[in-house]
T-cell receptor, first 112, second 114 residues
Framework: GEDVEQSLFLSVREGDSSVINCTYT??????LYWYKQEPGAGLQLLTY?????DMKQDQRLTVLLNKKDKHLSLRIADTQTGDSAIYFC????????????FGKGTKLSVKP | DAGVTQSPTHLIKTRGQQVTLRCSPK?????VSWYQQALGQGPQFIFQ???????QRGNFPDRFSGHQFPNYSSELNVNALLLGDSALYLC?????????????FGDGTRLSIL
C-alpha cells in the first residue's frame, strides 16, 4: 500500500500495557518515529528508531521494528490516564530530505 | 531552551482572503517544515525551508507559499482561501535539511475559513 497505516482506536485499563501498531510504506525508510498529540496541541516527539535497529527502549516506551514486514510497534508499559492521546507513526522515505509521512493516528483511551 | 513557537494560535478568515502564519524554530535549528493537519487526519507535508530557500514541496497548490528569514524563522502564506483550507497548520524545525534529524513541532495555528 501507499499509506502509513494504523488502527484508529485502542482502549486499555490503567496499569496495563498498550501496544500501538503501524505498517509503513517504504522498506528503505531511514528513520521511523512515534509522535503523541494531546487535544488542542501540536505533536510531541516520543521516540524514534534507526532502520538498522530492531528494538529501542526508553523508560516505559519500547519500539519494535520488523523491516521485512515493514511493521513498527510502540509498547507503553504501565499505561496511565495521562497517556490518553493520539499517537502517530511517521517515516522518512529516501529522497524525502527528512520530511515525514504520517499515518492517521491511533487514539488511545485509558480507563481508570 | 525555547521550543518551536507559532503565531497566532487561532485565526478566522473568509473565503478568498489571504493569511500569513509565523514560526520561530527551536533554538539551534536551521530548517523549518510546514504541515497541514485536517480534522481526524495525520499531518501532510507542505514544504521545507533551509538557507532561506524552498528545498522540497509536497502536493500543495501554488496558493501556498513561504519564506525563511536570516534568523531561521519562517512564514507560511496562503492566498485565495478555500473552505478546505480549514485545518491545523503545524511548523516543525530540525537541524540541517537532508539529514534525518528528528523534527520538533510547535502547537500549531488553527485556521478556520468561513
Amino acid at each position: 500500500g501507499e499509506d502509513v497505516e494504523q488502527s484508529l482506536f485502542l482502549s486499555v485499563r490503567e496499569g496495563d500495557s498498550s501496544v500501538i501498531n503501524c505498517t509503513y510504506t517504504d522498506s528503505s525508510s531511514t528513520y521511523l518515529y512515534w509522535y503523541k498529540q494531546e487535544p488542542g496541541a501540536g505533536l510531541q516527539l516520543l521516540t524514534y528508531i534507526f532502520s538498522n535497529m530492531d528494538m529501542k527502549q526508553d523508560q516505559r516506551l519500547t519500539v519494535l521494528l520488523n523491516k521485512k514486514d515493514k511493521h513498527l510497534s510502540l509498547r507503553i508499559a504501565d499505561t496511565q490516564t495521562g497517556d490518553s492521546a493520539i499517537y502517530f507513526c511517521a517515516e522518512t522515505p529516501p529522497g524525502s530530505q527528512g520530511n515525514l509521512i504520517f499515518g492517521k493516528g491511533t487514539k488511545l483511551s485509558v480507563k481508570p | 531552551d525555547a521550543g518551536v513557537t507559532q503565531s497566532p494560535t487561532h485565526l478566522i478568515k473568509t473565503r478568498g482572503q489571504q493569511v500569513t502564519l509565523r514560526c520561530s524554530p527551536k533554538s539551534g535549528h536551521d530548517t523549518v517544515s510546514w504541515y497541514q493537519q485536517a480534522l481526524g487526519q495525520g499531518p501532510q507535508f507542505i514544504f521545507q525551508y533551509y538557507e532561506e530557500e524552498e528545498r522540497q514541496r509536497g502536493n500543495f497548490p501554488d496558493r501556498f507559499s513561504g519564506h525563511q528569514f536570516p534568523n531561521y524563522s519562517s512564514e507560511l502564506n496562503v492566498n485565495a482561501l478555500l473552505l478546505g483550507d480549514s485545518a491545523l497548520y503545524l511548523c516543525a524545525s530540525s537541524l540541517r535539511a537532508g539529514v534525518s534529524q528528528p523534527q520538533h513541532f510547535g502547537d500549531g495555528t488553527r485556521l478556520s475559513i468561513l
